[in-house]
């Protein structure tokens, strides 16, 4: 019987646990329990058997940890698996010819999949696809060696559940099981709730999901009552029979086998389909399941779809519904200069800070799109989807043209990514759905096509139709579509807005569809654009607009979107909007009065001896980064104060009185990285004005800004908080600072020395182990780059130690460093070396 | 005596003269700094989801040579004299590693990017929310607890790290990885060895 069959209309009935068993059967902690596979082939079938016999439908082979790197011989890694399947099948057959009972009984072989056992960037240090390739190479043998279905299980990471999904996708047709460990607080160790693994998982097509290990039965309650609530496809519960602790020496577990038995019942009656045991379950426990749900007759609860269009990060889903969407439109170039100078300048910091930023604006998804020409989009764009998901949870929109581009950013995507997008035309549909059916997705359909964007409500309208019927031929349903309807400018025509709202309400009221737009367009060309837009707004959410890609800076759309909110009864007290209203003066206000004077400030210390410092020596001193964005702002265009003379006689002396406060330990270390921080702020409004003057064939640079320093974590060491510090130090004291991060190769280290031709390369090393490293790098930009100093730092570094292993100089702190720079950069400018 | 197991502990009192410590703040009375500090531990409240486990083995101490530094626990042999010296005289071992989870680390990445300020202070509360966590579980311990001895102190190497995972299980039970250097993922997590004694 084929298995997908069977789980259609039966409760399948799992086994229990494996490792708990084979200790008791002479196993020793440490060893690799595949291996018994091969030593002690007759107790695996024994226990397997025994599984068998008490009702399993489904017993895994013991696979679990059967992959490239716990076997690197792949000739050791088949011989394991192989043995490994047929063992299990000998297990059903023996079961099968022990009793009439069983024999009737459909018997299932399925290959386990563990985790890598190491965890994946950028939390870990293993790339997605290595391990995409891993599980491939695992998953290529047990379906060779003839397993009916693959069980992932016991995933603590979302990425790596994806990474392992997708390489029984791409390796072969079986079934798969998706099962992840769930802690106390009902999510995985690296954050994804139950829903959030249901939109990925359902969308890449697993045939069930749900949780197995971590905790008792009654501890994952919540778990599977949120899997309930949101799974289309069948519930899996395979619960650890409590936690075993060590009790006079032995191993125990917590939860009985009646216990378990009377739990798991109770979730098969709310809707799991899919039950068994993991860590100290025994065939018992699976024995006292199947006997209890045969005496109360027990039939399985009909599955129905829940109809949910969601997207979701590595923690969370982001439903469609009722309560409008806001996606972030920021990082993306058109129009955007400095953006686009981030792009061709591939600096990472910024375009992360634009996302970040409107993620404190609180939109629920970033739209991410960096398409300019003469770049490699997919490698860029896959880039920067890592790289935000490293420091964001929001779920990200994907923005390409390119399905090169598509594809490479949703394979590395961690979770169910929001697709912009498809539209009418047939070359972009194939290329689209196909994808959209692999990795899982919602899309955003333009309703555009061949002849371009149709005038009248009506004609877009069939495009959205033919869209929706295309999509269902690659088995993607409407759910999982979002109308863009297509808002153009009402300066050009304006009917324009009309039409495009018109096709909302349809789209809403009679297709039954989600609709998103690009609401900033229908400004184009006229003044004050946010007045404009934001009244477009609030009419397309009227009409039932569920998305919007927008502008979260611009108080006019939150304004929008708050008070549509509150006055639709989604905003419970009208809380959220109160929060907006409270907020909003202080933070949609002008900057400070010009010309603030020591005192006029609320921030403005009262101490006496303080007196005399200007309000921006203040704000830097007191780390104050808007105040002192805002005062620099002011100088220069209310004072008309020349932007070197704020730096020189502003700005540097601020720092070296924290600096100096710093040394004599009356200043501590976050105080002086805000201060740091509050003068970069200031350094952002200077730049623009010396980049504006040397436009203008004027200006100056600052007096270290020819000195050029390469920095880096050398070789081995992944520790680069005191490597940043440094950096920022160098960079508010004028210097041009290359970061090439953390774990830097010593040939990239000298390359980029020469390339920059630096005058002084720094290093940091946390580990003793790493120090070879450190005096490798040295050797080598020594060798290479004779002209170039080598400053070294960090916690194992003495004086003592960089003098041994070479280094011109050693800096117990960041302020240490600054100090050899100035020294270095004065003597260069005195044309010494 | 030999067994593994796993504990959940709910969350440890904060020790806050500790993560001062640990962001070189000791001693510090600064408001502001310590109403940031107090930000920053209630963001990680919200945002780092810790979660405080622990998956540990008991070994029994076969043998244990200080001038050697042979140390047999049966399903695991060390020679490291800094080790033996501090578990002489014991009759058991138990082997743990802890973790307070990844969230703490994506936290530390994001405000690297946006208030290196709030980066030192996630990282000081991380190294204070796991040591906390450690003193959680060897304080439920029956019997007396040996201090904590890690990989990476003394003559004990870092390279033992692949065999402390193994033995605790830890890889499975907490999901501590190692890079190629034996560094753990999740960052805020620690490996010990703790001698019981009578």
């Known amino acids: ?148 279905l693959v069980s992932i299980e016991t995933m603590n990471d979302c990425l790596e559940t994806k990474a392992a999904l997708l390489a029984v996708k791409e390796t072969c047709d079986l ?48 778990v599977m009552k949120e899997f309930l609530s949101c799974a289309s496809v069948p519930v899996v519960f395979k619960p650890n029979a409590g936690l075993p602790r060590v009790e006079n020496g032995e191993t125990v577990f917590d939860v009985t086998a009646d216990e378990f038995a009377e739990e798991v019942i109770m979730q098969m009656k ?38 949910l269009s969601a997207v979701s990060s590595y923690t969370h889903p982001v ?91 949703l394979r590395a995507y961690n979770g169910k990514a929001m697709i912009n997008s498809v539209n009418g035309k047939e070359e972009v549909m194939s290329a689209i759905f196909p994808l959209v059916k692999k990795y899982g997705g919602f899309v955003v359909a333009l309703t555009i096509d061949e002849r371009g964007i149709p005038e009248t409500a009506h004609e877009r309208i069939e495009v959205a139709r033919r869209i929706i019927e295309t999509a269902e031929s690659y088995g993607i349903g409407r759910k999982d579509l979002i109308f863009d309807p297509l808002c153009m400018t009402i300066s050009a025509d304006t009917t324009a807005a009309l039409t495009t ?48 890609i927008m502008n979260p800076f611009a108080p006019e759309m939150m304004s929008a979107y708050y008070s549509f909110r509150a006055l639709h009864d989604l905003d419970g007290n009208c809380t959220d909007f109160i929060g907006f209203a409270d907020s909003y003066d202080e933070k949609y206000a002008v900057a400070v009065p010009a010309g603030a004077k020591p005192g006029s400030s609320p921030e403005k210390t009262k101490d006496a001896d303080e007196a005399d410092i200007s309000p921006l020596a203040g704000a830097i001193i007191k780390g104050l980064k808007d105040m002192s964005s805002k005062i620099t702002a002011s100088m220069i265009k209310e004072e008309g104060r020349d932007p070197l003379e704020i730096v020189s006689e502003e700005v540097i002396p601020a720092l070296n009185a ?24 200031a350094f952002v409004i200077i730049k623009a004005e010396l980049e504006k003057a040397k436009a203008a064939g004027g200006g100056g640079e600052s007096k270290n800004s020819g000195c050029r320093i390469v920095i880096a974590t050398v070789k081995g060491d992944v520790h680069d908080i005191g490597k940043n510090i440094v950096k920022l130090l160098l960079e508010n004291y004028g210097f041009e600072v290359t970061d090439l991060g953390k774990d830097v190769d010593p040939q990239t280290v000298v390359d980029e020395v020469i390339r920059r031709k630096a005058d002084i390369c720094g290093l940091s090393a946390l580990m003793t182990t790493t120090v070879p490293a450190m005096e490798e790098t040295i050797k ?54 | 005596m030999t067994g593994q197991g796993i504990r959940s502990f709910e969350e440890p009192a904060i020790e806050r003269r500790e993560i001062l410590r640990y962001a070189q703040c000791s001693g510090c009375t600064d408001e502001a700094m310590l109403g940031l500090m107090e ?99 060897c304080s439920t311990y029956p019997e007396k607890l040996r201090p904590r001895f890690s990989p990476g102190f003394g003559d004990l190497p870092l390279s033992l790290q692949p065999d402390v995972l193994k033995i605790t299980n830890a890889s499975k039970n907490l999901a501590i990885t190692l890079d190629a250097g034996f560094l753990m993922s999740p960052s805020k997590s620690v490996t010990a060895f703790s001698g019981i004694c009578r």
């Not at chain 2, 810790?50 to 530094?69: E, K, M, N, Q, W």
Request: net charge negative.
């Open chain 1, 1 to 148: 019987m084929d298995f997908r069959q069977f789980l259609k209309d039966n409760f399948v009935i799992l086994d229990g646990g494996m490792g708990s068993l084979l200790q008791k059967r002479g196993l020793a902690p440490g060893e690799k329990p595949e291996m018994f596979n091969l030593r002690h082939p007759e107790i695996v079938t024994d226990i397997q058997k025994s599984y068998f016999d008490a009702g399993s439908n489904v017993v895994n082979a013991n696979t679990f940890g059967a992959n490239p790197m716990s076997f690197p011989d792949e000739g050791q890694l088949r011989e394991v698996i192989f043995a490994a399947i047929k063992i299990c099948r000998d297990a059903a057959r023996l079961s099968d010819e022990s009793s009439e009972e069983s024999r009737k009984r459909p018997k299932f072989v399925s290959f386990d999949m563990g985790s890598l056992g190491q965890l994946l960037k950028p939390y870990g240090q293993l790339d997605f696809e290595d391990a995409v390739k891993a599980f491939s190479v695992a998953v290529k043998i047990g379906a060779e060696a003839g397993a009916d």
């Open chain 1, 501 to 548: 709202l018109e096709c909302v309400r349809i789209l809403h009221d009679e297709l039954g569809v989600h609709a998103s737009l690009g609401i900033s367009n229908v400004s184009f060309g006229l003044p004050k654009r946010n007045l404009v837009t934001s009244g477009m707004f609030a009419a397309a959410l009227e009409r039932g607009l569920s998305a919007a």
């Open chain 1, 175 to 222: 079934p798969v099981i998706v099962t992840d460990a769930f802690d106390a607080t009902g999510r995985l160790m690296t954050g994804a709730s139950p829903a959030a693994m249901t939109a990925m998982l359902e969308g890449m097509g697993a045939d069930a999901i749900g949780t197995n290990c971590s905790l008792g039965p009654l501890q994952l309650r919540g």
């Open chain 2, 39 to 137: 930000e920053c531990i209630s963001e990680c409240r919200s945002y780092a989801s810790f979660s405080y486990r622990v998956s540990y083995a008991v070994l029994p101490l076969i043998s244990c040579d200080t001038v050697s530094g042979q140390i047999d626990m049966r399903h695991m042999s060390i020679t490291s004299r800094d080790l033996a010296r501090n578990l002489d005289g014991c009759e058991g071992v138990v082997v743990f590693a802890a973790t307070v989870g990844p969230g703490i680390d994506r936290l530390i990445k994001k405000y690297t990017k946006l208030d290196p300020a709030k980066a030192l202070f996630m990282q000081a509360i991380g190294a204070e929310r796991v040591e906390s966590l450690c003193n959680s579980f």
């Open chain 1, 780 to 833: 080598l930009v020594h060798e290479k780059a004779p002209w170039c100093r080598v400053m070294v730092g960090g916690a194992v570094l003495t004086q003592e130690y960089a003098d041994k292993i070479g280094a011109d100089a050693y800096s117990k702190d960041a302020m240490g460093s600054v100090r050899y720079a100035e020294k270095v950069s004065a003597e260069k400018s005195r044309g010494g070396k």
């Open chain 1, 319 to 409: 439903y469609f519904g009722k309560d409008p969407i806001l996606i972030g439109e920021r990082i993306n170039p058109t129009g955007k200069k400095r953006f686009k100078q981030a792009l061709i300048e591939h600096d990472m910091d910024y375009i992360l800070g634009e996302g970040l930023r409107q993620a404190e604006e609180k939109v629920h998804i970033l739209d991410v799109n960096v398409g300019i020409p003469d770049i490699d989009e997919p490698a860029l764009l896959t880039e920067t989807v890592k790289e935000l998901q490293a420091v964001t949870d929001l779920p990200l929109q994907i923005d390409t043209s390119d399905p090169a581009a598509m594809e490479a950013a």
């Open chain 1, 658 to 681: 924290v600096g100096e406060s710093f040394e004599a330990k009356k200043t501590y270390l976050p105080q002086l990285l805000m201060s740091a921080e509050a003068a970069k702020e």
């Open chain 1, 270 to 307: 709310a809707g799991v389909r899919v039950v068994g045991g993991c860590c100290g379950t025994t065939p018992e426990y699976i024995r006292k399941v199947t006997e209890l749900a045969k005496a109360q007759d027990l039939k399985p609860v009909p599955l129905t779809d829940k109809d």
